[in-house]
């Protein structure tokens, strides 16, 4: 089946450590995102990246960092200079970003104490 | 800038019931204009995409949308709801901004069906 693969769903960490999280699509998408979910919060913007090899920040890139080294991946390091890095994090990829459609993985819960 | 707006965080409604959530938005440009819906512990799914062919959208499970320019608004609506309907709905807006197009979303609205 094509989709989003998100790893791992729940994540414990203690403070001060990075953590990695996997996302991997099948879809064939050139365009690939991250978001954050705080409750009443809705989704926020991490990183975004168009292409292999290039990404942008978005409106809340501080603390976190991304690859782009395949088409297939784009994992997210959640690092020590976050402040406050207990939240959902999802994973989505679009054709492009151009408007079309932007498709989510189940997401990633990380808890950090 | 874009700017989604979600009228209520909560709506409750009675099983059968109509269900409206209202989402009202600010573009500078015509826009594209999403209805998304989580369920507890899942990512977000796509019940319907407005992008300018139709100004009432239909959507999956019953929902539909309809675009209102004057009104800068996108309702979500649907005639009778069913327990499964209970979720947390994004509105969302994409709008072209240097080369690409951003997706910025609305903080949801959490929808609950009464027995």
Same mark, same amino acid.
């Given at each position: 089946? $094509?989709?989003?693969?998100?790893?791992?769903?729940?994540?414990?960490?203690?403070?001060?450590?990075?953590?990695?999280?996997?996302?991997?699509?099948?879809?064939?998408?050139?365009?690939?995102?991250?978001?954050?979910?705080?409750? $009443?919060? $809705?989704?926020?913007?991490?990183?975004?990246?168009?292409?292999?090899?290039?990404?942008?920040?978005?409106?809340?890139?501080?603390?976190?960092?991304?690859?782009?080294?395949?088409?297939?991946?784009?994992?997210?390091?959640?690092?020590?200079?976050?402040?406050?890095?207990?939240?959902?994090?999802?994973?989505?990829?679009?054709?492009?970003?151009? $408007?079309?459609?932007?498709?989510?993985?189940?997401?990633?819960?990380?808890?950090?104490? | 800038?874009?700017?989604?707006?979600?009228?209520?965080?909560?709506?409750?409604?009675?099983?059968?019931?109509?269900?409206?959530?209202?989402?009202? /938005?600010?573009?500078?440009?015509?826009?594209?204009?999403?209805?998304?819906?989580?369920?507890?512990?899942?990512?977000?799914?796509?019940?319907?995409?407005?992008?300018?062919?139709?100004?009432?959208?239909?959507?999956?499970?019953? %929902?539909?949308?309809?675009?209102?320019?004057?009104?800068?608004?996108?309702?979500?609506?649907?005639?009778?709801?069913?327990?499964?309907?209970?979720?947390?709905? %994004?509105?969302?807006?994409?709008?072209?901004?240097?080369?690409? /197009?951003?997706?910025? %979303?609305?903080?949801?609205?959490?929808?609950?069906?009464?027995?």
């Amino acid at each position: 089946d $094509g989709g989003i693969t998100q790893s791992p769903k729940y994540l414990f960490r203690k403070e001060g450590q990075n953590v990695t999280l996997s996302c991997e699509q099948n879809l064939n998408h050139d365009a690939m995102y991250w978001y954050r979910q705080d409750p $009443g919060q $809705g989704l926020r913007l991490i990183y975004y990246s168009q292409i292999v090899n290039d990404f942008q920040k978005g409106d809340i890139a501080e603390g976190y960092s991304v690859s782009r080294e395949k088409k297939e991946s784009f994992p997210l390091t959640v690092t020590s200079a976050q402040k406050n890095p207990t939240a959902f994090y999802l994973c989505a990829s679009s054709i492009d970003t151009l $408007g079309n459609t932007i498709y989510f993985g189940e997401g990633s819960w990380l808890t950090v104490v | 800038a874009q700017s989604v707006t979600q009228l209520g965080s909560h709506v409750s409604v009675s099983e059968g019931a109509l269900v409206l959530l209202r989402c009202n /938005y600010s573009s500078s440009v015509p826009p594209y204009l999403f209805w998304y819906v989580q369920y507890p512990n899942q990512g977000l799914q796509l019940l319907l995409k407005y992008t300018s062919a139709a100004t009432l959208v239909k959507g999956i499970n019953g %929902f539909e949308a309809e675009f209102k320019k004057s009104e800068t608004s996108f309702h979500l609506t649907k005639p009778s709801a069913h327990m499964s309907d209970a979720a947390e709905y %994004f509105c969302a807006v994409s709008e072209a901004g240097a080369g690409s /197009y951003q997706l910025t %979303f609305g903080k949801g609205t959490k929808l609950s069906v009464i027995p």
